[in-house]
């Protein structure tokens, strides 16, 4: 990270204040990130956010009253919202594959080491998304698990009404997306160039109402499914 930026901020937000002395911990003895405020639970997250306008959430799942997805849709339906990384157990998929659905950038696991933390933070505050590689598995077989054949069926028709309007270099650029590339690898699956690609990714934020690449992805798993 340019050593010229301010500090990323970031809110830590989760009921177990041993956790969040901990995170504060780690991230504040970083000199590229700080941490401006604390929450407990949702709603004093998005009253933290309010306040502080940091450049992250670092957001529990689980917690009482107002939980961590209730929290991260509210945040997100705002406009110029943070950027929301999940904090989360293999316990949570179902919460977790919700947030990312309501557009929150990533999660990491409450065990994963420190300095993968740090950077997991950093990636999000620059717009790239973070899946922990440990459970990754298991969002996608949760994105992709059972369902009754009316919710699949609704599911996949809402899904395909909202990429109908797109262009067939859009659609092939959100499939790219889906596949897992980066926009150079997707510059030379389709041949043009890194500024094209970046130019039909704005439109797909744009016209599919979304906010960052892990909402494509899935809307376009789920036009698959």
């Known amino acids: 990270m340019?050593?010229?930026r301010e500090p990323v901020r970031v809110v830590i937000v989760d009921d177990d204040q041993l956790v969040r002395m901990a995170l504060r911990l780690v991230i504040d003895g970083e000199p590229d990130l700080t941490v401006v405020a604390e929450a407990a639970d949702g709603n004093?997250?998005?009253?933290?956010?309010?306040?502080q306008r940091p450049d992250v959430v670092l957001m529990d799942v689980r917690m009482p009253g107002l939980d961590g997805l209730g929290a991260t849709r509210v945040l997100l339906a705002r406009p110029a919202p943070p950027r929301v990384l999940m904090l989360t157990t293999f316990d949570s998929d179902d919460l977790v594959l919700g947030a990312l659905r309501a557009g929150a950038l990533g999660f990491v696991l409450k065990d994963t080491p420190p300095l993968r933390i740090l950077d997991a933070v950093r990636a999000v505050a620059d717009g790239t998304p973070v899946l922990s590689p440990a459970a990754t598995a298991r969002v996608i077989a949760a994105a992709t698990g059972p369902q009754s054949s009316h919710a699949r069926d609704s599911t996949r028709r809402a899904a395909r009404e909202r990429l109908s309007a797109l262009t067939e270099r859009e659609h092939?650029?959100?499939?790219?997306?889906a596949d897992g590339l980066g926009n150079p690898e997707i510059a030379q699956r389709l041949h043009i160039s890194v500024a094209t690609?970046?130019?039909h990714t704005g439109s797909l934020f744009s016209k599919l109402a979304v906010q960052n690449?892990?909402?494509?992805?899935?809307?376009?798993?789920?036009?698959e499914e």
């Open 172 to 177: 092939e650029t959100a499939r790219a997306i």
């Open 213 to 223: 690449r892990v909402q494509i992805a899935l809307l376009v798993r789920d036009a």
């Open 44 to 51: 004093a997250a998005i009253t933290a956010v309010d306040e």
């Open 2 to 4: 340019d050593s010229e």
């Open 197 to 199: 690609v970046k130019a």
